[in-house]
C-alpha cells in the first residue's frame, strides 16, 4: 500500500462553468480513502473517473504518455487542469509508477521497439522480445506481466478495451497476486465485470454523487451483464 487518499479542493477550482470543474460529482466529493492495493472507479462515459484518475497520476508525478495533439473546433483550457485541485496523501512516502491508456500504449510499443535497436537487452524488461511482434493481447500481458514486478503505484485507464475475456480474467489474477505481495498498488477506471470481481478490491462509483463505495453486486456492469446471461 502506497497512495492513502485523495482529495479534492474546491477552492482550487478554476471554473464551475466548464469541465470537468462543472460535474457534480467533484463538486460535492471531498475525499476518498484508498485502503487497498486494487481500487476501481466506476460508471457511465462522461462522469468523470478517467478524468480523476489522469489528475491523481499527475499528481503523483507519475507521467503519462499523450496522443499526437490535433486542432480541435472547441478547445476546453480546463479539460487536463484537474489535478491542480487534487491532493494526495502516501503511507512511506512517494513511490515510482506509471499511467496505462490502451489508446496510447502501440505508440509507447513502438518507442520501445526503435531504443532496443541500440539496446536489445531493453526488451528484457518486457518478456525477452518485441511487443509490435505479438497481438495487441498479447503486448499487453507482457507488458503488465513484466511492469508490475516493479513496485509502484499503477494507474490503468479501461484496460479491458483489447483484451478477450480470457485474458481479462489472466489480469485479473495478475492483479490479485501482485496486490496480495504488497509491492504495487492500482487505481483502475473500467466497465469490466471481470475485472471488478477482484477479491477485496474496492469499487468507487461515479454515477450518482458524491463518489461513493458500493459493493461488486450493486455495479450497475454486473446487474447488466447478469441480467442479459440469464435473459438472452
Not at 477550482?13 to 466548464?18: G, I, K
Not at 489522469?54 to 489535478?83: C, F, L, Q, T
Not at 539496446?119 to 509490435?132: F, H, K, R
Not at 492483479?175 to 504495487?184: I, S
Request: charged fraction near 20%; include cysteine; hydrophobic fraction near 35%.
Amino acid at each position: 500500500m502506497h497512495l492513502s487518499q485523495i482529495s479534492i479542493d474546491k477552492e482550487k477550482f478554476p471554473t464551475q462553468e466548464s469541465y470537468p470543474f462543472n460535474l457534480e460529482i467533484f463538486q460535492q466529493t471531498e475525499s476518498l480513502e484508498i485502503t487497498t492495493p486494487v481500487t476501481f472507479f466506476v460508471g457511465e462515459n462522461g462522469t468523470g473517473k478517467s478524468t480523476l484518475l489522469e489528475a491523481i497520476a499527475r499528481r503523483s508525478g507519475i507521467h503519462i504518455w499523450g496522443e499526437i495533439d490535433r486542432e480541435r473546433v472547441v478547445k476546453n483550457p480546463y479539460e487536463k487542469a484537474m489535478y491542480y485541485a487534487v491532493n494526495v496523501a502516501w503511507r512511506d512516502g512517494q513511490v515510482p509508477g506509471s499511467f496505462f491508456a490502451s489508446q496510447t500504449f502501440r505508440n509507447y510499443a513502438k518507442l520501445i521497439d526503435e531504443w532496443a535497436v541500440s539496446d536489445p537487452e531493453l526488451l528484457n524488461y518486457y518478456g525477452g522480445s518485441s511487443l509490435i511482434t505479438q497481438s495487441h493481447g498479447q503486448s499487453l500481458m507482457s507488458y503488465f506481466r513484466n511492469r508490475y514486478k516493479i513496485k509502484g503505484l499503477y494507474f490503468l485507464d479501461e484496460p479491458e478495451t483489447a483484451l478477450s475475456p480470457k485474458t481479462q480474467v489472466e489480469l485479473l489474477e495478475l492483479l490479485q497476486t501482485v496486490g496480495a505481495e504488497g509491492h504495487a498498488q492500482f487505481v483502475i477506471a473500467t466497465h469490466s465485470p471481470i475485472l471488478l470481481a477482484c477479491p477485496g478490491a474496492r469499487i468507487y462509483d461515479f454515477d450518482s454523487a458524491p463518489i461513493k463505495s458500493i459493493n461488486y453486486e450493486e455495479t450497475e456492469h454486473y446487474r447488466v451483464y447478469k441480467d442479459f446471461l440469464s435473459k438472452h
